[in-house]
C-alpha cells in the first residue's frame, strides 16, 4: 500500500495556498502543526479543490441561465433537479423539498468525490474514511435535529420508546434496540461507502501498476457507474431517514392519500 501512494501535486497547491491559514488556526486550537510535510491531508485538499470547482461550476452555470431559451446543459440540470425533488415528495412527504439545500448539496459532493478518484492526478476523498464519517454524522445529526424541531422533544423521543400504537410496557425493550439501530446507522452509511470507493479505488491503482493504460479502463468504467450508484444510495438513506424522523402519525396518514403529495407540492412548482 504504501507503494501504491504518491504525492499529488494538486495537494502540494492547495498546501501552498491554505497551509499557512490552517497552521494558524491550528496553533490558535492548541495543536500542534508539523514541521515539515503537509498540514492540510491529502483528502480535506480534494475536498477544497472540489469545493472550488463546484463552487465556480454553479456561478458560471447560474450567470447564463435562460427561461426563453435553455441551453443544453440547463435542460439537463433541470432534469436532475426534479428528479431529486420527485424522490423527496415521495420518500420524505409533503415537506420534504425544504431539505433540499443539504440533501442536493451532499450528494454532488459524495458524487464528485468519488468520481475525483478516476481523474489522474487527483485521488477520491471518499476512500479515506474520515470523509464518510463526517457525511454520516452530518446526517445524524440533521434529521434527529429536524425531528425534535417538527414532533417537538417529547413525542419525538417517545417513538424511541414506543412506536405508535404499541403500549408502553415495551419502552424497556424498544428504546436500546432503537438507540443501537440509530447508532448503526452512522456506520452503515460511513462504511458502506467508505469500502466500495476504498476498494474500486485499491483496485484500479493495483492493476496500473502491472500494466497501465489499457488493463485498468474497464474497472475505471465500472467505477463511473459504481460512483454515481453509491452517491444515490447515499442520498436515498438520507432521505428515508429524514422521512422517518419528520413524519409524524397525523403526517402519516395525509401521506397516505394519493393526491396529498402533489397538492402540497404545486404551490413549490409555481414559485
Known amino acids: ?21 490552517a497552521a494558524a488556526i491550528l496553533r490558535a486550537l492548541g495543536r500542534d502543526v508539523p514541521a515539515h510535510g503537509d498540514v492540510i491531508p491529502d483528502y480535506l485538499a480534494i475536498i477544497i479543490f472540489l469545493t472550488i470547482l463546484l463552487t465556480a461550476f454553479s456561478l458560471v452555470v447560474r450567470s447564463r441561465l435562460s427561461v426563453e431559451n ?7 440540470l433541470e432534469d436532475a433537479l426534479t428528479g431529486l ?3 423527496l415528495d415521495d420518500i420524505v412527504g409533503p415537506k420534504g423539498r ?6 442536493g448539496t451532499l450528494g454532488v459532493l459524495i458524487w464528485a468525490c468519488n468520481l475525483s478518484g478516476m481523474v489522474p492526478g487527483l485521488m477520491a476523498p471518499t476512500s479515506n474514511y474520515n470523509v464518510t464519517l463526517g457525511c454520516a454524522i452530518t446526517v445524524f445529526v ?7 424541531k417538527e414532533q417537538g422533544i417529547g413525542a419525538y423521543l417517545k417513538h ?3 412506536p405508535p400504537g404499541a403500549p408502553l410496557w415495551i419502552a424497556p425493550i424498544m428504546l436500546p434496540i432503537e438507540l443501537i439501530s440509530h447508532v448503526s446507522r452512522v ?9 466500495n470507493i476504498f476498494g474500486e479505488e485499491l483496485v484500479i491503482l493495483i492493476l496500473a501498476s502491472i500494466i497501465p493504460f489499457v488493463v485498468p479502463l474497464p474497472m475505471m468504467l465500472l467505477g463511473l457507474l459504481t460512483s454515481t450508484l ?35 407540492a404545486q404551490p413549490a412548482v409555481q414559485l
Open 142 to 148: 440533521y434529521y434527529h435535529y429536524h425531528g425534535i
Open 70 to 76: 435553455p441551453g443544453k446543459l440547463q435542460i439537463v
Open 1 to 21: 500500500m504504501e507503494k501504491l501512494h504518491h504525492e499529488l501535486w494538486i495537494v502540494h497547491a492547495i498546501n501552498i495556498i491554505f497551509g499557512p491559514i
Open 98 to 103: 425544504r431539505y433540499l439545500p443539504l440533501v
Open 160 to 162: 424511541f420508546a414506543a
Open 85 to 87: 425533488l420527485g424522490m
Open 230 to 264: 453509491q452517491a444515490l444510495i447515499f442520498v436515498m438513506l438520507t432521505m428515508i431517514y429524514l422521512g422517518g424522523a419528520v413524519q409524524s402519525e397525523d403526517h402519516g396518514d395525509e401521506h397516505g392519500h394519493g393526491h396529498a403529495p402533489g397538492v402540497a
Open 187 to 195: 456506520l452503515s452509511l460511513s462504511l458502506r461507502l467508505f469500502g
